[in-house]
């Protein structure tokens, strides 16, 4: 069992920064291919990025690249959403996921666990 829980969002500009965290518990995190999702009012809830166990393959939705990066410390069970030059079709509520390796990473239904989300709103 992984519980996941998000922070870091809030309000910004467009242009502005903001990091987003997601802490794990237990002792496996390594092992997980670790994603951030997000859904707007209204829509489905999609990618934005994923990462592998060892952080060594990432995977970009191309909405986002070049503007998010994400990232993970196994050491400290978390992973981060690095997210620059925002714009206000970014907002959205945010959410980690976390699920076993080689799953279909753009998959939202293969991620077994999922955090509460954290709002991101963008104003112009």
């Known amino acids: 069992q992984v519980q996941l829980v998000e922070s870091g969002g809030g309000l910004a500009q467009a242009g502005d920064s903001l990091r987003l965290s997601c802490a794990a518990s237990g002792r496996t995190f390594g092992s997980y291919t670790m994603a951030w999702f997000r859904q707007a009012p209204g829509k489905e809830r999609d990618v934005v990025a994923t990462?592998?166990?060892?952080?060594?393959?990432?995977y970009y939705a191309d909405s986002v690249k070049g503007r998010f990066t994400i990232s993970r410390d196994n050491a400290k069970n978390t992973v981060y959403l690095k997210m620059n030059s925002l714009k206000p079709e970014d907002t959205a509520v945010y959410y980690c996921?976390?699920?076993?390796?080689?799953?279909?990473?753009?998959?939202?239904?293969?991620?077994?666990?999922w955090g509460q989300g954290t709002q991101v709103t963008v104003s112009s």
């Open positions: 996921a976390a699920g076993a390796p080689g799953i279909p990473r753009s998959l939202a239904s293969w991620y077994a666990y």
């Open positions: 990462v592998t166990g060892g952080g060594d393959n990432t």
